[in-house]
Every structure is written in structure tokens, then in C-alpha cells.
């Protein structure tokens, strides 16, 4: 009983150190192609002019490994949780969700970014429990499917 419950949350805590690596990647990302100028205070005032400058490839780089690294994320909490149950994954991209909104709603990105991040979280969230089971086969193929009853 123990055990699984460690497992369990370590599963959620391994997603979501995977996924922090994926937003640390995506921040020294857009730091290389879209730096702040150099002795630019980096009060939040600053920090939302910046954010509303980013050119639209930077940010769609970003969008990108912001998705991947939910997926991946997902994938990983769900395949190392106990019984692969899908509650680790969706716990994870719940999570996941939940920040990037935060973080939506306090920078001005462009209109387009939070829409895509908003449907390619839930969606990579799907995709990765779904594969992190072993379900991604033909249906009626029970050969992949646990067999829990």
C-alpha cells in the first residue's frame, strides 16, 4: 500500500520535473533568439513589453516544446504510475494546464498562443496517457490492453 502510493507520486513528481526541463529548455530557447537588451530592468512592467515583442517563430517554437514536453510528461507519470492508471497522467497535464494559464493570463502573448496551448495541453494529455498504456493499437486489439478487469 505504501509503496504504490510512493510510486504514485513519484510518478507525478518525475512528469513533472520532466516537463520543467521542457519550459527551462524553451526559456534559455527564446533567451538566445529573442534576449532582453542588455541593462533593461526585469520588472513585471518590462517583462510584459517583452513578452508582447517576441517574434512569432520564437513563439511558436515555444508553443512546440511547451506541447512536447506536456505530452512527454503525461507519458512518463502514467507509464511509471502504479498500474499505469491514467489518473497519474491526468494529474500531471492538469497541473501543466493550470500553469501555463497562470502564465497566460499574466503576460500579453499573442492571441493565437494560448489557443494552441490550450487545446494541445488536453490533447497531449490524451495522446500520452493513451500511449503510455499501450493503447494506441487497432481497435478491438487486446494484445496491448492490460489486463485488469
Known amino acids: 500500500m505504501i509503496s504504490s502510493i510512493l510510486r504514485s507520486v513519484g510518478s507525478v513528481v518525475a512528469g513533472l520535473v520532466l516537463a520543467f ?3 527551462v529548455a524553451m ?3 527564446s533567451e538566445i533568439y529573442h534576449p532582453f537588451p542588455p ?4 520588472s513585471h512592467l518590462e517583462v510584459c513589453k517583452h513578452v ?5 517563430w520564437v513563439l511558436a517554437v515555444a508553443a512546440a516544446g511547451w506541447a512536447t514536453g506536456a505530452f512527454l510528461a503525461v507519458w512518463l507519470a502514467t507509464r511509471l504510475g502504479t498500474g499505469r492508471h ?3 497522467g491526468i494529474v500531471v497535464g492538469a497541473i ?3 500553469l501555463a494559464g497562470m502564465n497566460m493570463a499574466m503576460l500579453p ?3 493565437w498562443f494560448p489557443v494552441v496551448i490550450l487545446v494541445s495541453f488536453p490533447l497531449g494529455t ?7 498504456r499501450g493503447l494506441a493499437g487497432k481497435p478491438g486489439d487486446v494484445s496491448r490492453r492490460d489486463n485488469t478487469p
Do not use: C, K, Q, S
Not at 541593462?39 to 526585469?42: A, E, K, S
Not at 508582447?52 to 512569432?56: D, G, L, S, V
Not at 490524451?126 to 503510455?132: K, Q
Open 109 to 111: 502573448y499573442a492571441l
Open 86 to 88: 491514467p489518473a497519474h
Open 27 to 29: 526559456e534559455i530557447f
Open 39 to 42: 541593462g533593461v530592468d526585469t
Open 52 to 56: 508582447a515583442r517576441y517574434p512569432t
Open 21 to 23: 526541463a521542457f519550459v
Open 126 to 132: 490524451f495522446l500520452g496517457v493513451r500511449t503510455a
Open 96 to 98: 501543466l494546464l493550470a
